[in-house]
């Protein structure tokens, strides 16, 4: 079983930046891509940048490129996601979860973090 903890998040002001990180338990970290989702309030959850488990390949989501910059450390069994130029539509609960939509390194099951909070003010 996998289990995720995330930590970072916050209120920040347009322009600003934020750091997410997501520990995974367990020793089998390593075989599985990874990603991060958001919720915005009234909408559904979407995939925002997923990496590889070697952290050689990384998607994103058309809105965040550029922005957001998706890293892991299998060393620390942690996945990152930095986050510039924010925009208040950024404003959402994040996700990391173990898988990837676009990669079959996935668990069978669906592993998520507990979600931060991010809000992104005018």
């Known amino acids: 079983q996998v289990q995720l903890i995330q930590s970072g998040g916050g209120l920040v002001q347009a322009g600003g930046s934020l750091r997410l990180s997501c520990v995974a338990s367990?020793?089998?970290?390593?075989?599985?891509?990874m990603s991060w989702y958001r919720q915005a309030p009234g909408k559904e959850r979407e995939v925002v940048a997923a990496?590889?488990?070697?952290?050689?390949?990384?998607n994103y989501a058309d809105s965040v490129k550029g922005r957001f910059t998706i890293s892991r450390d299998n060393a620390k069994n942690t996945v990152y996601l930095q986050m510039n130029s924010l925009k208040p539509e950024d404003t959402a609960v994040y996700y990391c979860?173990?898988?990837?939509?676009?990669?079959?390194?996935?668990?069978?099951?669906?592993?998520w973090g507990q979600g931060t909070q991010v809000t992104v003010s005018s």
């Open positions: 990496i590889t488990n070697s952290g050689i390949i990384t």
């Open positions: 367990g020793h089998i970290f390593t075989r599985y891509a």
């Open positions: 979860k173990a898988g990837s939509p676009f990669s079959s390194q996935s668990p069978g099951d669906d592993y």
